[in-house]
């Protein structure tokens, strides 16, 4: 069965404090990773898509990074306005999206 | 990437009533996509609308319980019939472009 786990389940960093966010997948068939920050009362907004073993992406303050069993978003440096709860999620063979719970982010100046 | 609007942003809504959401794309898509997000719970797909089709529903999700309409290419329609506490949730509307799912605001819906 396909399936996502996302970890931590919450993350508090301060200003500046770099760490990563951890995206765990069972897949048969992998057609993209996906990343995604949820604002409060907001829909997701895509940020990156893997799609093979070693790939890397970069916007900004954000890297993500993909193995064959998880993905990575790091952050560097962040700032206040980059908290918000990150979903990930996988396109396997089936082609429906599957999502991980997401981790919430704060980060205090 | 897509720009996608749903109406109404959110609502409160009555035991045993019914709610139409609304989804609204810049330009044409083949597929559209409706998700329930429940608090602390991950997006879960409800069911995919082809125009000219019958919706494909996921397990878990019945027609008469989520009846969808796709009338044209940039607009679909999603109910929420007989409504329980337990369908307070967000329903997100989302479409596929370029090989990448973009989602609109979400409708938040509270069933007292």
């Known amino acids: 069965e396909d399936q996502v786990t996302q970890s931590p389940e919450a993350l508090r960093l301060q200003e500046g404090e770099s760490s990563s966010l951890n995206c765990s997948y069972t897949?048969?068939?992998?057609?993209?990773l996906f990343w995604y920050r949820q604002d409060p009362g907001k829909g997701p907004e895509f940020l990156f898509t893997?799609?093979?073993a070693g790939e890397e992406k970069e916007k900004e303050r954000l890297k993500a990074t993909l193995t064959k069993k998880e993905s990575f978003l790091h952050i560097t440096a962040p700032k206040p306005e980059d908290s918000a709860t990150y979903l990930c999620a996988v396109r396997g063979s089936q082609g429906n999206l599957i999502f991980g719970k997401g981790t919430k982010l704060s980060v205090k100046p | 990437s897509a720009v996608i609007s749903q109406k109404p942003s959110r609502d409160i809504c009555q035991r045993g009533t019914s709610l139409t959401i609304q989804c609204q794309v810049d330009s044409q898509v083949t597929m559209m996509f409706w998700y329930r997000q429940q608090p602390g719970q991950s997006l879960t797909l409800i069911a995919t609308a082809n125009q000219g089709s019958e919706a494909t529903y996921e397990s878990g999700f019945v027609i008469d319980k989520f009846p969808i309409s796709r009338p044209n290419l940039t607009f679909s329609t999603l109910t929420v019939s007989n409504m329980s506490p337990e369908d307070s949730s967000i329903y997100l509307c989302s479409v596929e472009r370029a090989s990448e799912q973009f989602f609109g605001p979400g409708t938040r819906l509270t069933v007292l």
């Open positions: 897949v048969s068939g992998l057609r993209g």
């Open positions: 893997l799609y093979s």
